[in-house]
């Protein structure tokens, strides 16, 4: 556990000029406030700092906006994206005249639901480990001015660039649609990209394991080491902010969307997850796969509630784009070992203490806090009640006749049925006071005003159908 005394050390040996104070809103999106070094002391590190928080989308209203910012120690690093040396942290946000988390912090919530699962006596040690996916391209614009609604991406991998003519000459080697996963360079053209990324996670400390290049053409993926939940949710909003940085110095764009591309897969964020408690992994045991009671509990769990875990696993229009079949994107709420068309897999592997189970349908645009929560209380409500999960799915369930694949349920089909669902089934999450009615109705609200934006604005394809008409 750092000290503000090992901070202020920190602060001095590496000269450093400004701290950074960084949070993350209810949308997902890193949000930061700079402070010059003379404003930072041992009070600062420990007890906090006032800041504005009307501004901030879903939060406080103008005439209550006081609110404080108060660092997480732990997670101090030397920005690497700044001119001037810049220690940053991570901050949870407090009510200033009780000094309690504010309801509305997804941060916070997210270490209520790791303190319930310690009290209810389940277990001491939840771990995550998150695939996040994501495109880069050369250039994207787009307009939504009423008589001008449009968007254009390009990238010099995508397979409609091979008859353009380049100044330097067109090289002719691309993948082709889902041809990405994966050849070598110079088909895959983000090599040295990737390689760059990993290596300033490093620096960083983020455990980063692997990269490669996704099954799309301009699609790739990065690796990071499991770890703790609330640990794994700030590094996968440092891994969210490195690739846009190191993407934006290569003169490239980053984007998490989880359907940018018509026609070709989407970017998903696999979400494998487990539960310890004594040093022992208490998800492997004698049952399926090697699974234990718990753990087809904790999967029932999440099958029961995938609906209202969509609302922020998958938490924009753009997520029910991605979420069809055909594009291996998982819609089938079931479980197997072998089967990836099914929205839970349970991966191969050798030691009980690598035991897991690994969610599918989840993708990197939400708040990765929210995500992990709706995710550990679906299963730890499983585990409460022993929900069944059902018969594992072993065949491939995109293949099945009509009337046998009705008989499997579903993800959400768009994000107002996610919110729909998310209304109706929430006693799940309000377990242990981790969210309460206050956050669920604000959230259900916010998110609903994207739902119109996208539902009362013309669309493009509209025009292509029905302008003769």
């Known amino acids: 556990m750092a000290s503000a005394k090992d901070i202020l050390n920190m602060i001095k040996e590496k000269d450093v000029k400004y701290v950074d104070v960084r949070f993350t809103d209810v949308r997902g999106k890193m949000q930061h406030v700079t402070f010059d070094i003379d404003l930072v002391d041992e009070e600062f590190l420990t007890d906090g700092t006032m800041f504005d928080g009307s501004?901030?989308?879903?939060?406080?209203?103008?005439?209550?906006?006081?609110?404080?910012?108060?660092?997480d120690l732990d997670t101090a690093i030397i920005d690497p994206f700044y001119q001037q040396t810049t220690l940053a942290l991570f901050c949870d946000i407090l009510n200033p005249d009780t000094n309690t988390p504010y309801n509305r912090d997804p941060r916070s919530i997210a270490k209520a639901a790791f303190n319930y699962v310690k009290a209810s006596g389940i277990g001491d040690t939840v771990y995550f480990g998150p695939e996040a996916e994501f495109f880069i391209f050369d250039d994207v614009q787009w307009n939504t001015a009423p008589h001008d609604t449009r968007y254009s991406y390009d990238c010099s991998e995508l397979p409609v660039n091979s008859g353009k003519a380049y100044p330097e000459g067109?090289?002719?080697?691309?993948?082709g649609p889902k041809g990405g996963y994966f050849p070598v360079n110079p088909v895959d053209s983000g090599q040295d990209l990737r390689g760059e990324m990993l290596a300033v996670m490093g620096?960083?400390?983020?455990?980063?394991?692997?990269?490669?290049?996704?099954?799309?053409?301009?699609?790739?993926e990065l690796g990071l080491k499991f770890d703790t939940m609330i640990?794994?949710?700030?590094?996968?909003?440092?891994?969210?902010?490195v690739i846009h940085n190191v993407a934006h110095a290569y003169g490239k764009t980053a984007t998490f969307m989880a359907k940018p591309m018509f026609g070709d897969?989407?970017?998903?964020?696999?979400?494998?997850?487990?539960?310890?408690?004594?040093?022992k992994p208490l998800f492997a045991g004698d049952?399926?796969?090697?699974?234990?009671?718990?753990?087809?509990?904790?999967?029932?769990?999440?099958?029961?509630?995938?609906?209202?875990?969509?609302?922020?696993?998958?938490?924009?229009?753009?997520?029910?784009?991605?979420?069809?079949?055909g594009y291996e994107a998982p819609v089938k709420l079931a479980y197997s070992a072998r089967n990836r068309s099914a929205s839970?897999?349970?991966?191969?592997?050798?030691?009980?203490?690598?035991?897991?189970?690994?969610?599918?349908?989840p993708d990197p645009m939400g708040n990765p806090y929210l995500t992990f929560v709706a995710l550990l209380m679906a299963g730890i409500d499983g585990i409460e009640n022993k929900i069944d999960p059902g018969a594992a799915a072993d065949k491939n369930l995109y293949d099945l006749p009509p009337r046998e694949q009705k008989k499997i349920?579903?993800?959400?089909?768009?994000?107002?049925?996610?919110?729909?669902?998310?209304?109706?089934?929430r006693a799940f999450l309000k377990k242990g006071g981790v969210m309460d009615d206050d956050f669920i109705d604000s959230y259900i609200e916010l998110k609903m005003e994207e739902v119109m934006r996208l539902q009362l604005h013309p669309h493009p394809v509209e025009f292509d159908m029905y302008y003769k008409c």
Not at 265 to 279: A, Y
Not at 350 to 360: L, Q, V
């Open 231 to 241: 640990t794994m949710a700030d590094r996968l909003q440092l891994y969210k902010y």
């Open 409 to 425: 349920p579903e993800v959400c089909g768009s994000l107002r049925e996610a919110l729909e669902n998310l209304d109706k089934d």
């Open 287 to 325: 049952k399926y796969a090697g699974l234990s009671d718990m753990c087809l509990w904790y999967i029932g769990g999440i099958i029961k509630h995938a609906k209202a875990i969509n609302a922020f696993s998958n938490s924009t229009t753009n997520s029910y784009k991605r979420l069809v079949p």
């Open 203 to 220: 620096e960083l400390g983020m455990k980063p394991e692997k990269h490669h290049h996704e099954v799309a053409p301009a699609q790739h």
């Open 265 to 279: 897969n989407g970017s998903g964020m696999h979400v494998h997850q487990s539960i310890w408690g004594n040093g």
């Open 55 to 71: 501004s901030i989308a879903g939060w406080k209203a103008i005439n209550e906006s006081d609110m404080k910012l108060r660092p």
């Open 170 to 175: 067109n090289m002719g080697h691309r993948p």
């Open 344 to 361: 839970i897999r349970i991966p191969h592997v050798d030691s009980p203490k690598a035991k897991r189970i690994e969610a599918r349908f």
